[in-house]
């Protein structure tokens, strides 16, 4: 496993239509105190984490059920695990009360490797930064409108006080009619670095392309793959990463602030026209631009001349004209 050694920074765009891509705790789209729509970067993190899960790699934070703790009443209810638990069931042994044992073992987790982890459990407290953060997905259709539907229930109210304790119960699904959340997130290789040299960790070399690859694959599908009641219908539109040459000291603020979103016609265009400026600023510094998107239902707007683009389902290079779309080089 090679070494990663340049930084990544971009974006990650999910489209939801008929959908709730993150709930509050009473069921509506989350929102700031003015009201504009967004989504957590915990959302975003859970369906890459899914995705990996499915993929039969290790993650570590994600729940995971067990049947009882073996004692009195509890011991055949279903219950999620504890982090220790979690632990044990991943890797066939107790937490050591050597730190970098457990370190080995987190580093073998991807969402550990790519998010970073909190290890707060009996004998550890390990606080490890992730190399790749991810933001708040704000959503850019200034159109969004949140639906209330009426969903009943084939069951009777069983709480014998209520008025309605006859009938069947009526409960409710809310959902955005069509909403777009624009995620930034930056990649620091380098946030690992210092554990390599810690006694008992010699075989560890930091963070490396492989973990990348995997957090590059579910930022492209990790969205679309989930398909519950309320995530159905929200998907990966787009992604954009810019990939800096080796060990170039190079920053570009958070991305999200320069995308708009508009309608032509039927297709959703993604205006990112206002990064030109700032790759140009970079730009001798810059190995790589690569630009995902859905080439059925969306344009991209970059002038970019070192953005390429490819479908997001395929992987397959887009040219200029295919599928209808018409980028502004």
């Known amino acids: 496993m090679a070494k990663k050694n340049n930084r990544?920074?971009?974006?990650?765009?999910?489209?939801?239509?008929?959908?709730?891509?993150?709930?509050?705790?009473?069921?509506?789209?989350?929102?700031i105190s003015n009201g504009q729509i967004f989504g957590s970067d915990k959302a975003l993190k859970y369906s890459i984490k899914r995705y990996w899960e499915e993929e039969g790699r290790k993650v570590l934070y994600i729940r995971s059920y067990k049947l009882g703790n073996g004692k009195g009443k509890d011991v055949d209810k279903l219950q999620p695990r504890a982090l220790d638990e979690r632990y044990e069931d991943l890797f066939g042994e107790k937490v050591s009360s050597s730190s970098s044992e457990v370190l080995n073992r987190l580093f073998q987790c991807v969402d550990v490797m790519n998010f970073g982890a909190t290890f707060a459990v009996k004998d550890q407290n390990i606080g490890l930064t992730g190399p790749v953060q991810i933001g708040q997905g704000f959503n850019k259709w200034d159109s969004a409108a949140v639906e209330v539907?009426?969903?009943?229930?084939?069951?009777?109210?069983?709480?014998?006080?209520?008025?309605?304790?006859?009938?069947?119960?009526?409960?409710k699904k809310t959902t955005v009619d069509e909403a777009h959340y624009i995620y930034p997130f930056s990649v620091n290789p380098k946030h690992y670095d210092h554990y390599t040299e810690h006694p008992?960790?010699?075989?560890?070399?930091?963070?490396?392309?492989?973990?990348?690859?995997?957090?590059?694959?579910?930022?492209?599908?990790?969205?679309?793959?989930?398909?519950?009641?309320?995530?159905?219908?929200?998907?990966?539109a787009f992604a954009l990463f810019i990939e800096f040459k080796d060990n170039v000291p190079a920053y570009m603020p958070n991305l999200d602030p320069y995308v708009k979103v508009r309608k032509d016609k039927e297709r959703t265009v993604y205006d990112l026209t206002a990064i030109d400026p700032l790759l140009a600023d970079v730009d001798e510094h810059i190995e790589r631009v690569e630009i995902y998107v859905n080439p059925y239902a969306a344009d991209i707007e970059l002038s970019s001349p070192r953005a390429h683009f490819f479908n997001i389902f395929t992987r397959t290079a887009i040219t200029q004209g295919n599928h209808g779309i018409a980028y502004q080089r």
């Open 8 to 31: 990544v920074v971009g974006l990650i765009g999910i489209v939801s239509r008929m959908a709730n891509w993150n709930a509050d705790f009473t069921g509506l789209p989350k929102t």
């Open 149 to 171: 539907q009426d969903i009943l229930s084939p069951f009777r109210n069983s709480n014998e006080k209520s008025v309605d304790r006859d009938a069947t119960s009526i409960g």
């Open 200 to 236: 008992g960790m010699e075989q560890f070399e930091g963070y490396t392309e492989e973990a990348y690859e995997a957090f590059k694959q579910g930022a492209l599908i990790g969205a679309t793959m989930q398909n519950t009641n309320s995530k159905s219908g929200a998907e990966n």
